[in-house]
């Protein structure tokens, strides 16, 4: 089997059998059927040629890949027919997570809803708030104790017995689909805990298992490969490696936690066992697969390990293996990482739609600075992205804030990157007077100086302090932005009432010294129950942002990502321009701006000469003349359609 039609052919025969009996069963239609083999015929040549490139051709790599290729008509068909007919939907609509209708909303099941049911039974606040998108954290079954939120997973195909079953979980995925709202899942494809399957396979000794994670007899490897890794979670463990076990001699690779083992990508093994497992979450109903530290993927000697080729390699295999068996299902890159780094993920034929965490660390960074600046750069030149994809845009996730802004776009500006990252973790844990933070610090390394930023959206943002009001505009300018650049804004479930950092966050023994707790507080109560009453911050937040969301509905230009920028002429001014079309579908912009400072400031009548006098203000429905300039208050959003 040397080349790639032999390997398709192959696999296709074993496919084929399967399809006609699923046919003879009445499982599937003849038609149905068909466009498998058509989808088959387009991607699984382009999934040999990166399996080639990746593994190379040797016998053994290609027994793998022929027994996946046959195993794709296995998988899909198990799918449910709902699923088969969403396939259908998103095949003739695949920039929906492009619409102006999106939101989406994240929570850790256990925190918001106390379980499955529970989850349940919140749909209709779901509604309420207009959710298109659901991510829960992990839930998948977990080791005692510390898991790292669920990101420890020991089996990918059972949930926590705490929260529910998987059955459960494929049951509410299609109570949310029906309701339009998509069910998004992680798949935590770079480690296991260590007590999954595999892992405790290996720990004994098993050979096919050894080879699913970097395992090492002595410290000869992990040194040499220490010499040039990051340490990501230095308060865990130096280095990237641990004991297998207490006393064991054999080291294994670990980038984050101890009880998280990387997988060993260059295995084909692992890739076609994921794959499995992958296929296995997208029949449930997960529509969006989110890629956790998709980074991490693939290690070579003398590297960072970090985004290597091979990683987005992997991603692309996996792409072409949902395209075949699973259409609906999407990626979401999780790369938090330097700015040219993060969107190499996003392609149509790798991870559809991905975080930005550029634009939201640098939405605090203006918040702090009271400076648009760098802000504005990074949203007029690092926005666009390639058809078929779209940013994810959210104002804070469940992680802590790092600062990953690139030292080049910074020292344009005369800002020296170092330095204003050691203001901004200052700024935001406390250590700079005056500061309106309430923030804590996480994982702070004293060998490099380097520390992130822990904080509910309403602590970080000032809403605990004597001036409760400007923490609220805050809340909603940071919420505002995300809504408007283009893409999909995800909103932190509990922060739309202004839920403040849980204090008793390092009570619990199992969170360890996790400082990102602090931000996962519990379903606020009371935030919900004055969530109507506009005389509490609660309810000044939700109803702001109720009311941005509204007009975001409305505002037709806001469909799409296209995006242009726009210079202000004032620092303190966040400003950028949505062309597109108005709703009587004229060609028409809406210029978004926004003031980070404490004090009004004013755009001038010459800065907005080159559009008709005649604007329309969205968020509060009136007429402006531009030819008298506009003035934004302190923290204050205006977003005017202009011509
Ligand atoms: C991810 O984050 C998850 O979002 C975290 O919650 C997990 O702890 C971690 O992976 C391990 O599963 O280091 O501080 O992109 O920044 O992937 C968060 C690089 C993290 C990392 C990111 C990681």
């Known amino acids: 089997l040397n080349n790639t039609i032999a390997v398709v052919e192959a696999a296709k025969v074993g496919a084929l059998e399967h399809l006609e009996a699923l046919v003879a069963a009445g499982t599937v239609e003849e038609a149905e059927a068909l466009s498998f083999i058509q989808r088959f015929d387009i991607h699984y040549p382009a999934l040999i040629d990166l399996v080639r490139r990746t593994y190379g051709s040797g016998e053994h790599v290609t027994s793998v890949m022929v027994a996946l290729g046959k195993s794709l008509a296995t998988s899909w068909g198990t799918r449910a027919a ?194 499995g497992e992958m296929l296995f979450l997208a029949n449930q109903g997960a529509e969006v697969l989110r890629f956790d530290a998709v980074a991490f993927l693939w290690k070579e000697l003398g590297t960072s390990c970090e985004s290597l080729p091979q990683a987005h390699w992997i991603v692309q295999m996996l792409n072409r293996v949902c395209r075949i068996a699973a259409p609906a299902t999407i990626f979401k ?134 001036h409760p009001d400007d923490g609220v505009n805050r809340v909603l300018l940071a919420h505002a932005i995300a809504m408007s650049t283009g893409g999909l804004p995800l909103l932190y479930l509990g922060d739309e009432l202004a839920q403040t950092n849980d204090p008793d966050w390092h009570l619990d023994p199992a969170n360890g010294n996790d400082s990102r707790w602090a931000h996962r507080p519990r379903f606020p109560e009371r935030g919900f129950r004055d969530r109507e009453d506009t005389s509490t911050v609660a309810g000044r937040v939700f109803q702001g942002l109720k009311h941005m969301l509204a007009v975001r509905h409305q505002t037709t230009e806001f469909d799409g990502a296209d995006l242009i920028g726009f210079e202000p002429n004032n620092q303190h001014l966040v400003a950028y321009q949505r062309p597109g079309l108005d709703p009587e579908g004229w060609p028409s912009t809406v210029l978004c701006l926004a003031n980070v400072d404490d004090h009004p400031h004013r755009v001038e009548a010459s800065t907005l000469s080159g559009f008709e006098r005649d604007a329309t203000s969205l968020l509060d429905d009136r007429i402006v003349d531009l030819a008298l300039g506009v003035v934004l208050q302190p923290h204050s959003t205006v977003w005017l359609r202009v011509y």
């Open 82 to 275: 709902d699923l088969r007919e969403l396939d259908e939907c998103r095949s003739s609509d695949p920039d929906w997570f492009l619409s102006r209708h999106q939101l989406g909303g994240v929570c850790y099941v256990d925190r918001w809803a106390g379980d499955l049911a529970g989850l349940r039974d919140r749909i209709p606040y779901m509604e309420e708030l207009g959710l298109t998108y659901l991510h829960l954290m992990p839930a998948f079954a977990v080791p005692e104790g510390n898991n790292d939120g669920g990101y420890a997973v020991s089996s990918y195909r059972e949930i926590d017995p705490r929260l529910g079953t998987m059955q459960e979980l494929a049951g509410i995925s299609r109570d949310l689909r029906e309701r339009g709202i998509s069910l998004v899942v992680d798949f935590v494809l770079n480690h296991t805990a260590n007590d999954h399957e595999w892992a405790k396979a290996a720990r004994a000794g098993d050979p096919k298992f050894q080879q699913y994670y970097w395992i090492y007899p002595d410290r000869t490897m992990p040194d040499a490969f220490e010499q040039t890794t990051r340490e990501i979670f230095p308060d865990d463990h130096a280095g990237s490696f641990t004991p297998v076990a207490p006393g064991d001699p054999r080291w294994v690779w670990t980038t984050f936690h101890d009880f998280q083992w990387d997988l060993n990508w260059t295995n084909p093994e692992v890739l076609a066992a994921m794959a």
């Open 333 to 466: 890159s999780e790369a938090i990482v330097h700015p040219d780094e993060v969107v190499q993920y996003i392609h149509p034929d790798e991870c559809q739609i991905s975080y930005n965490p550029l634009q939201m660390a640098l939405t605090w960074e203006t918040l702090a600075t009271r400076n648009g600046v760098l802000l504005n750069d990074a949203i007029s030149e690092r926005h666009g992205l390639p058809a078929g994809t779209a940013w994810v845009n959210y104002v804070r996730s469940h992680d802590d804030i790092g600062w990953t802004f690139s030292d080049e776009d910074a020292s344009r500006r005369g800002i020296d990157g170092y330095h204003h990252r050691r203001f901004l973790n200052d700024f935001y844990t406390g250590r700079f007077p005056d500061s309106f933070a309430d923030g804590v610090a996480f994982q702070y390394n004293p060998k490099t100086g380097d520390a992130r930023v822990c904080g509910t959206t309403a602590s970080l943002a000032g809403t605990t302090t004597d």
